[in-house]
């Protein structure tokens, strides 16, 4: 069989991308979602500026000491840099590797309203082809890879047993088949922050919807200790009135990922999820006080905590001011990815929530 072809190489990789004190950057927005992210500092959506921007992050220097690996949009893993003062031309991915990052991709190709499923449930697309994609990513240098799917809690019932089911299926699918093409996969079942269910009606859901991921990967002969697993830390929705101190989501969180995942995945990374860059930095060093002896690597795979203050202080043309602020958040959650980030001690532009609701990918 074409995965065990692969076990050896693909355990070797996901324990890289596991080194202490370090974790991922999630650069993997879609055309679409970076047009967002531009938007708010005045800028064109422009191929052109797609490649500077990642360009900038592929040159943030020293970015290999706090971060394992980047996980890239198809168009940047095949994309060329832009024209940098006094260094040959090459791709985005090899200034990447350069810096000693392991890339990714996200193979999965965007959520749609899942038939028969509650009002606002998903389901994540991307199965059909999905074999050939992640083969081409393999062959230009991708090791790993990412598909998110997407649940919600509400009071009218979500999430439902289909949308768990076919969410915990698509991942297992997913996974089977980017481990066959020897990618590691990230299994990513991301509880959405929007709603005012507090933190106890998070863990339940998560619980569930853990314990249904891993039984799903079991059904396809996943190979466990060839996976990452991204979730979301177990939090209140963000527009209920609990607010619980990063100890309360610590112990929280462990307690949930205790109880549903397998001590032979090698690493939990953390989506950031709209929480503020601060509080991201902050719940992850909390996190691994509250777990001295975690079985699991515990860091992060942060998109927008660690890319807000980037993004605000290039606006389109100040490169060493933006590497500046992503190196700082880089360091910040390096440190937390130890249990040893000092509040307050890296800066950040954004120490509030970057909470949208309906958050799309
Ligand atoms: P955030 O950290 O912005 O949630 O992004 C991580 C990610 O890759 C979500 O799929």
Wanted: with cysteine.
């Amino acid at each position: 069989m074409a995965l065990d072809t692969h076990r050896e190489d693909l355990e070797a990789t996901a324990l890289a991308l596991a080194r202490p004190g370090t974790g991922l950057l999630a650069a993997d927005e879609s055309t679409g979602t970076i047009g967002k992210r531009f938007e708010a500092i005045g800028l064109a959506n422009s191929e052109d500026n797609r490649r500077a921007y990642r360009t900038l992050l592929a040159t943030a220097p020293g970015l290999g000491e706090t971060i394992s690996g980047v996980i890239l949009y198809e168009e940047t893993l095949f994309q060329q840099a832009a024209d940098l003062p006094g260094q040959p031309g090459g791709s985005i991915l090899e200034l990447f590797q350069a810096q000693g990052l392991v890339a990714g991709i996200k193979l999965d190709l965007g959520v749609e309203p899942l038939a028969g499923g509650l009002p606002g449930e998903t389901w994540c697309t991307g199965l059909r082809g999905l074999r050939e994609r992640a083969a081409r990513a393999y062959a230009r240098g991708a090791r790993f890879a990412k598909w998110r799917a997407v649940l919600r809690i509400s009071a009218d019932g979500c999430p439902s047993e289909l949308c768990v089911r076919e969410n915990a299926w698509g991942l297992a699918r997913y996974a089977r088949t980017a481990q066959e093409e020897g990618l590691v996969p990230i299994v990513e079942p991301e509880i959405l922050m929007d709603g005012d269910h507090d933190i106890l009606t998070t863990a339940a859901v998560q619980e569930w919807v853990l314990r249904s991921v891993y039984e799903a990967l079991g059904q396809n002969g996943v190979f466990l200790e060839g996976t990452l697993l991204k979730p979301s830390m177990t939090l209140p929705g963000a527009d209920s009135s609990e607010r619980p101190n990063p100890e309360q989501v610590a112990a929280f969180t462990v307690r949930t990922l205790r109880r549903s995942v397998p001590p032979a995945v090698p690493a939990i990374l953390f989506l950031s999820g709209g929480l503020g860059e601060e509080e991201a930095s902050v719940f992850l060093s909390a996190i691994h006080h509250a777990a001295p002896d975690a079985p699991w690597h515990l860091g992060f795979s942060y998109g927008r905590a660690l890319q807000h203050s980037c993004l605000s202080h290039w606006q389109g043309s100040d490169t060493a001011a933006g590497q500046a602020a992503l190196l700082a958040r880089a360091r910040a959650n390096g440190a937390a990815a130890r249990g040893t980030y000092v509040a307050g001690s890296e800066p950040s532009d954004d120490a509030a929530s970057l909470f949208v609701a309906n958050y799309s990918y």
